[in-house]
């Protein structure tokens, strides 16, 4: 099927992990990309391919995936990091070709 | 660094067509994928559609006929539009640079984004 799930809102503590999930069937065949966005902002890649962090992207973010899952770690969690999650993936079934999680709504409290 | 920038009108009447454009700056828009995502007001993101700097297409079934993406590499710019828009359209338009590879694809770097407003 042509869809990414994705819990609507997590929290952490400042400087604890937190772990956001992406669950879907194209991630069986293809790794995920992650974004962040934050209110007014448009998103920004954060996490894409196997565990590749663009240019600038501190080294907290990391990405991983098992089975139909997967993960953005965020270890250290800082205050800037409050923000909404995206996952991304092509899309196995052929017809989207790209598809999106709904989102994640990262609270650091 | 390549940027892109949304353009088109704010406003857009019900069953009217939307038309943005997208202008590729620090780089050229050859020999990439070009797409367009938009995300109704607090909401998540839709992807629309990509276009390869050839001219070939991929649209989302879910608005595949009322969708043309086109491209103009003399401009490096390509462009969006959206046929009979109801108020279900109304959203922020980005446009973003595609990267599509058989481990997956990934969006980046994004415009600033539009919103576009479907209303009379």
């Known amino acids: 099927s042509s869809e990414l799930t994705q819990d609507p809102a997590v929290s952490v503590a400042l400087g604890q992990t937190v772990r956001i999930t992406c669950q879907g069937d194209?991630?069986?065949?293809?790794?995920a990309s992650w974004y962040q966005q934050k209110p007014g902002q448009a998103p920004v890649l954060v996490i894409y391919?196997?565990?590749n962090r663009p240019s600038g992207i501190p080294d907290r973010f990391s990405g991983s995936s098992s089975g139909n899952t997967a993960s953005l770690t965020i270890t250290g969690a800082q205050a800037e990091d409050e923000a909404d999650y995206y996952c991304?993936?092509?899309?196995?079934?052929?017809?989207?070709?790209?598809?999106f999680g709904g989102g994640t709504k990262l609270t650091v409290l | 660094q390549v940027q892109l920038q949304e353009s088109g009108p704010g406003l857009v009447k019900p069953s009217e067509t939307l038309s943005l454009t997208c202008t590729v700056s620090?780089?050229?828009?050859?020999?990439?994928?070009w797409s367009w995502i938009r995300q109704p007001p607090g909401k998540g993101l839709e992807w629309i559609g990509y276009?390869?700097?050839?001219?070939?297409?991929n649209y989302n079934p879910s608005l595949k006929s009322r969708v043309t993406i086109s491209v103009d590499t003399s401009k490096n710019q390509f462009s969006l539009k959206l046929s009979s828009v109801t108020a279900a359209d109304t959203a922020v338009y980005y446009c973003?640079?595609?990267?599509?590879?058989?481990?997956?694809?990934?969006?980046?770097?994004w415009g600033q984004g539009t919103l576009v407003t479907v209303s009379s």
């Open positions: 973003a640079r595609l990267a599509r590879h058989a481990v997956g694809n990934w969006f980046d770097p």
């Open positions: 620090g780089g050229s828009i050859s020999s990439y994928y």
């Open positions: 276009i390869y700097y050839s001219g070939s297409t």
């Open positions: 194209s991630l069986r065949s293809y790794y």
């Open positions: 391919g196997k565990n």
């Open positions: 991304n993936s092509r899309d196995s079934s052929g017809n989207h070709d790209v598809v």
